[in-house]
T-cell receptor, first 108, second 114 residues
Framework: GENVEQHPSTLSVQEGDSAVIKCTYSDSASNYFPWYKQELGKRPQLIIDIRSNVGEKKDQRIAVTLNKTAKHFSLHITETQPEDSAVYFCASADGLTFGKGTHLIIQP | DGGITQSPKYLFRKEGQNVTLSCEQNLNHDAMYWYRQDPGQGLRLIYYSQIVNDFQKGDIAEGYSVSREKKESFPLTVTSAQKNPTAFYLC?????????????FGSGTQLSVL
């Protein structure tokens, strides 16, 4: 199956600053790139995704960018707020493989 | 509650005992999945099913079994052969033949060993 690797494992930022999480994938034919957010004690939920025919997608303060040449996609969160504190996961297109997660900590 | 329901929320297993985790969805999704979540390990795939009466092993299927007799239901049995069953178990569903699978998760079952 496809491999996905996610970095960093922990990210601490000041409230109001930006955060970036990167995911590297192995299958050059992959065509779908999702990000999930899991708050403490809750289920993971899809927050943004992108198809391979576009390079960037934005939804308010979050965005996903795709670099097909380098085979990585990144989650960008701007103007971070306390409610952004969570674990974020990237996943393979078929849903069978997840990154190990990034614990995002927003410092007041 | 999001269309996919897991029960129970907490489950305790005695040594040598089999236990079954329930997962039901009313989203009319063809595909269903079971993941195990350990701290710092992300989500690891146990089993998945793309159609009724068919399922495939994931990366960590040993010590687990599943059935898919109905589209809506995908129960997971943790057998006595699973020596380290303590974990958070998540069930998910998706449209099977979409070229990108958006997963919808249940609220999870925390399994602990007595």
């Amino acid at each position: 199956g496809e491999n996905v690797e996610q970095h960093p494992s922990t990210l601490s930022v000041q409230e109001g600053d930006s955060a970036v999480i990167k995911c590297t994938y192995s299958d050059s034919a992959s065509n779908y790139f999702p990000w999930y957010k899991q708050e403490l004690g809750k289920r993971p939920q899809l927050i943004i995704d992108i198809r391979s025919n576009v390079g960037e997608k934005k939804d308010q303060r979050i965005a996903v960018t795709l670099n097909k040449t380098a085979k990585h996609f990144s989650l960008h969160i701007t103007e971070t707020q306390p409610e952004d504190s969570a674990v974020y996961f990237c996943a393979s297109a078929d849903g069978l493989t997840f990154g190990k997660g990034t614990h995002l900590i927003i410092q007041p | 509650d999001g269309g996919i329901t897991q029960s129970p929320k907490y489950l305790f297993r005695k040594e040598g005992q089999n236990v079954t985790l329930s997962c039901e969805q009313n989203l009319n999704h063809d595909a269903m999945y079971w993941y195990r979540q350990d701290p710092g390990q992300g989500l690891r795939l146990i089993y998945y099913s793309q159609i009724v009466n068919d399922f495939q092993k994931g990366d960590i299927a040993e010590g687990y079994s599943v059935s898919r007799e109905k589209k809506e239901s995908f129960p997971l049995t943790v057998t006595s052969a699973q020596k380290n069953p303590t974990a958070f178990y998540l069930c998910a569903s998706s449209i099977a033949w979409d070229r990108g699978r958006k997963l919808f998760f249940g609220s999870g079952t925390q399994l602990s060993v007595l």
